[in-house]
């Protein structure tokens, strides 16, 4: 499930679909070292771990080379006891199809690709040559040609028989719960374990830690309750401070969807504080709360001197669903934050698609070019002038005014970013001033009143195209969708939806870490209100359980995909456990057991759609069966907070969860009755 060597920034324009298949340069990727402990065998038998293709759970690693690109060269065989190909099929052996059908496509290597590209060709055939199997008597039969020529032979392989996907796949699909609950067993077992890390961690960066703590959560079952209790434990001693340095921009945006689906699924109220301190320390993560965020804390960078990092949508992305699930259950969030990433997204979004190249688009195709938004930073004359009253990295209240003489320092003639800057004085009243470390050193941002944004749709969206950035744009799919939002807001998280469920062979692409833009470009993908577009969708992803599956556990990263070479993260901080969390998350879609995964995805909050129940006292009777996993609004309750609630129905026998909508009504779901 890896990210090829795709490298350079992708455009979707005019509806087309420009996907990527794998992208080669030098011996890029194929002697890319891929730290796996799982893959030791081949790390030592080439010398080196190569990242090579895996022939889903055959225990065969292969390579595609461009002049035989309807053929897969065989560069390892395991050698283990489960693996099914030892002693059946040899280093340079060449398969060229299966299951009595030869491989038809070839492979497309390389980037914009007409019509698409992903892991098309002998891999997609493959793929379903080996579900067919699987789905049968078990047996793999492998079409040879032997060291890669001469006579073409038959080798028949036997896998495990667990049954085909079902039609809805991964919904009311037996092999879906099977392999995600095997998947999650991997993941614990990978925790519990000092193989290549500290015992009872989770390893990978932020995403790492929280991609495989969402997959568990999503799985929905109980033998998993221990280890999520563990690690939500350390949430209550965590504080958010932004002046503080290191990347903590990503862990913000992961900590507030960890926390917001856990609390929601427990009411944990240990977890109420340290959600509100979140909520309010978001707004400074970024500039003045205006939803641009990059790996630092603003206030940090502005503090401390540091050269600013381009803005990145993704970490934007996250903050928002964050708020969403924090306003689901009923933390308070910075309204104007909220609003303002939601804008990012409108400014980003065309008719046909909703297309974010790393950073967020603006709507300077909106204005004249006269009054598009412009930097500068200038060194004033009186240092005293023109303060925050908080230091450096903070706004000044009273702007320009008054701060005498000053010269700019950014940008200079000749530097090639230089636009003129008689803005500086001729909208001295409007600009914002910001504080910098430095003695007189100021940041300025244009703000003129007569730039426009990006209106609210008044209808849906047709997406047509897709793009190749898609976790910013499947985390404002989710974003939009989660909670009682507005219709406009509807129409532009279905147009996110949409836009990653158009592209299924570009899930994968991404900057640096090829599950980071999986992970969540399937979850927005599965948001999509087009059915038969998401089918397509979810049986394509199909393929990549398929082929990504091991011999002996877990998923790996596949060289496909997008990606500046020799900087996919993933490789690093755990090709198998992070390939194995988004593997997991795709199929607890059919659990519906977070908010990110569809749980109470109601049609809206209307009152029309919610049955009502009248509450005496302290008593709710709770009698019929029929009323399992039915939502009703609890009448007379706006006054009760979610705790005396939850005392309210306590005694019933049954298992409930909580929301509140804006007029502040109370709804409650039965899971489970018990008649007394």
Known sequence: MGKLKLFILLFVLAGVDRLCGIMERGDYPWGVRVRSFYDTEQRDALGGQGWLLNLGPTGIRGRIYPSQADQIVVKFVFQDNQSPARGLVQVGDIVVGANGKKFTTSHRFGRNLPGGGGWDGPMMELAKHIEDSQGGDGRLRLMILPGGSGAMKTVTIQLRRVGRFAPTFPYDCPRSKRMLEELCDFLVMDYRSANWKKANEFYGSHHGHAHQLLALMGSGLSKYDEIIRENIEKYYRRSYDPKSGGFQM??????????????????????????EALAKAMPEGCHNGNGIYTHRSEIHIRRAGRKPYASIAAISGLH???????????????????????????????????????????????NHFDIRRRTAVIKLKDPTKGLSGRGPGYISPTGMDGIGDYEITYPLEGDPRWKPTDWLTEEADTNVLTELAGEGMRYVIRNSPLYVMAPEPSQPYVTTGTGTHLAPVGMGALAHLIGNQPKSWEYLG?????????????????????????????????????????????????????????HNGGLIIQPWGRDRPNSNSDLAYGPRILTTATGAILLSLGQKNLRITGADSSPSLQDSFWPSISAQGKQVQIEFETMKNKVYR??????????????????????????RDAKGHYFFRVRSVSQE
């Not at 609003?339 to 979004?349: A, D, V």
């Open 250 to 275: 990503w862990q913000w945006g992961f900590d507030s969807i960890v926390m917001g689906e856990y609390y929601l699924k427990t009411r944990d109220e240990r977890l109420r504080p340290i959600m």
């Open 320 to 366: 928002m669903v964050g708020m969403s699930l924090f306003r689901e259950a009923g933390v308070g969030v910075d309204d104007r934050l909220y609003h303002n990433i939601h804008q990012h997204y409108l400014n980003s979004s065309r008719p046909n698609v909703l297309n974010i190249a790393y950073a967020f688009g603006n709507a300077d195709h909106l």
């Open 494 to 550: 279905h147009h996110a939806a949409n836009t990653c469920v158009n592209g299924p062979g570009n899930g994968f692409d991404g900057h640096a870490s090829s599950n980071l833009s999986a992970f969540w470009s399937i979850l927005g993908a599965a948001r999509s209100n087009d059915p038969a577009k998401l089918r397509a969708y979810l049986d394509y992803q199909k393929t990549f359980l398929v082929l990504s599956e091991t």
């Open 634 to 659: 609890l009448e007379g309750s706006s006054n009760l907070t979610d705790w005396e609630l939850l005392q309210q129905v306590d005694g019933v026998g049954g298992q409930i969860v909580l929301r």
